[in-house]
């Protein structure tokens, strides 16, 4: 489905992948230009949409840490990415499945620069190593926000319910 | 089976005699708080009323809480018509925790939560801020979410599809030696269990140096709680909890929430306090600490007293003890940002403004915006920060070519005299 652009360290915070002295800036439809501002190479290209839809790139543990900024999923979505990390940081996860960005958890995962990925449902296979890994799949609670399209239209449903 | 203190709290907030760990519970919210990124919770929220036929309307209106603080006065057009577009929501939909850019109410939200009284034991609180931990202070369940979540709960009121987390007890017995602070402590256990420590954990916070801890202390161990990863950092509520409340104003009924004799940890971690001594947290991990005299020669640019970890009055006390008569190094800036406009006064009526005034250190106004870039004092490439505040991420104060290091307002004050990162042991 894609290829692998970036690969992370461990404990990449919100502030690296949407630096604080951009928050002012809080639509989803203008977020994207900001994504990883600080990585300026990586910003340039994602901003010339060098990158298709569905590129991946990897994370280490904890991805997502610090603060609740919820402009580092809206950034990230807006380009089409997919996130394949150790693990992620539970409030960034929240936001990610919240507005409908795929983070997959995948604590084996094994990628160099430029490997193909496949996720094939509970599997991600690296394709260029000829190798697959197990995902940890979302609690049932999460994936009912996942299936609904996303907490808006989720809330939009229980709002319907509750008040008419 | 005997339950933690967020086991009693959820099952209380959604009328439950019992709930055990991975539960999907939906709590009715007390107090749910937003800064300036109430901007984006308010489209959101339209967002979710659209098509619905109804109007948009927020649950309760004296249960929302919002506060600016993080780029105060505005720093640009921008921020100021966000601001403007939040003044006119507070406006239409009553709210009544409204604290806007002003001397007689302002200041950091979390400081402005404690100091108005506006949280108990036993709340459920949350915030589109990552430090909502900070309430934990309070014997409540308090915790960060995103502004889609909020919205969420502006139209409902309560959180949906929660997860009983499960608890780590932290008991911290023994004494605090001369110098050594809450904030060393923190900083010491983050360094101990990482950053990703207690993901999706709560830590529960016990022992005889917690139970002899003023408040503001708590504020520290619950703010930074998060920085191990942990959903909320909960200190059992008690006389002293009660004592600041009604100081605060409160006064109808405060009822601690305590754990039971057999409530079920996944973790138990014991503390001897007698043999921390001060911690830095070095470049660009919180959970990169290290005991104050393993750093050697750092020159330090730029120093920050403030941010809604050690932004309060003791904090301010315990720098201008040091400062006194004193002056800020040559080669070294030093920032002070009081953490509300009421300690600002207070610190302006006991003298304390006026020692660091002499000494060469600039006072700010209350806000967040220099702790993470976004506001006055950014340090230039290659530039050290010595700071008081939570996090040190690469770029977090404004620069990615910058280095933060986290300490207590001990060794930034007597690190701000000597230029270089200084343990205070010794000073009196």
Known sequence: MGKVIYIFDNDISTDAIYPGRHMATVLPSETPQFCFADYTDLNKKLNAKEYPTGSVIIGGNNFGCGSSREQAASTILGHGLVVIAKDFARIFLQNAINLGLNLITCPEIEADLDDEIEIKGDKVLNKTKGKEFSTIPLPAARLAIVEAGGLVAYTRKKVIEKYT | ?428
């Open chain 2, 1 to 428: 089976m005997g339950l933690t203190i967020v086991e009693k709290i959820l099952a209380y907030s959604t009328g439950k005699k019992s709930v055990k760990p991975g539960d999907v519970l939906e709590p009715e919210v007390n107090v749910a708080m937003s800064h300036e990124n109430a901007a984006l919770v308010i489209n959101q929220f339209t967002e979710v009323w659209k098509d619905t036929g109804l109007s948009p309307n927020v649950w309760d209106p004296s249960r929302i809480a919002i506060i600016f603080d993080h780029r105060v006065p505005a720093e640009s057009s921008k921020t100021a018509t966000n601001q403007k577009k939040i003044r006119n929501f507070v406006k239409e939909n009553g709210i009544t925790k409204f604290h806007d850019i002003r001397s007689d109410e302002g200041g950091i939200c979390h400081q402005i939560l404690a100091e108005y009284g506006y949280i108990k034991p036993g709340y459920v609180v949350v915030g589109t801020d990552s430090h909502t931990t900070t309430h934990g202070a309070f014997g409540a369940f308090a915790f960060g979410i995103g502004a889609t979540e909020m919205a969420s709960v502006w139209s409902l009121g309560t959180i949906l599809n929660v997860e009983v987390p499960e608890t780590i007890k932290i008991v911290v017995n023994g004494k605090f030696k001369p110098n050594v602070y809450p904030k060393d402590l923190i900083l010491y256990i983050i360094g101990k269990i990482s950053a990703q420590g207690a993901n999706y954990k709560v830590i529960e916070f016990h022992g005889e140096v917690i139970r002899n801890m003023p408040m503001s202390g708590r504020l520290v161990l619950s703010n930074m709680s998060v920085e191990a990863g942990a959903t909320a950092g909960i200190i059992p509520g008690d006389e002293e909890t009660i004592r600041y409340l009604r100081k605060a104003g409160v006064n109808d009924d405060i009822i601690p929430v305590l754990p039971d004799n057999d409530a079920k940890y996944c973790k138990i971690v014991e503390i001897n306090a007698d043999e921390l001594v001060p911690q830095i947290a070095c470049p660009h991990t919180v959970d990169n600490v290290k005991p104050i005299t393993d750093v050697k020669n750092i020159k330090v640019d730029q120093i920050v007293i403030g941010s809604c970890t050690n932004g309060r009055f003791d904090d301010l006390e315990i720098v201008a003890k040091i400062l006194k008569g004193k002056k800020v190094a040559e080669d070294t800036r030093m920032l002070i940002f009081p953490a509300s406009w009421q300690i600002y006064k207070k610190a302006l009526k006991e003298g304390l403004l006026e020692v660091f005034s002499d000494s060469g250190a600039i006072i700010m106004n209350p806000g967040c915006g220099c702790c993470l870039g976004v506001h006055q004092g950014a340090i230039g490439d290659g530039e050290v920060a010595l700071s008081t505040t939570n996090r040190n991420f690469k770029g977090r104060m404004g620069n990615p070519k910058g280095d933060v290091y986290l300490c207590s307002p001990a060794v930034a004050a007597v690190s701000a005299i000597n230029g270089f990162i200084t343990s205070p042991e010794g000073v009196k």
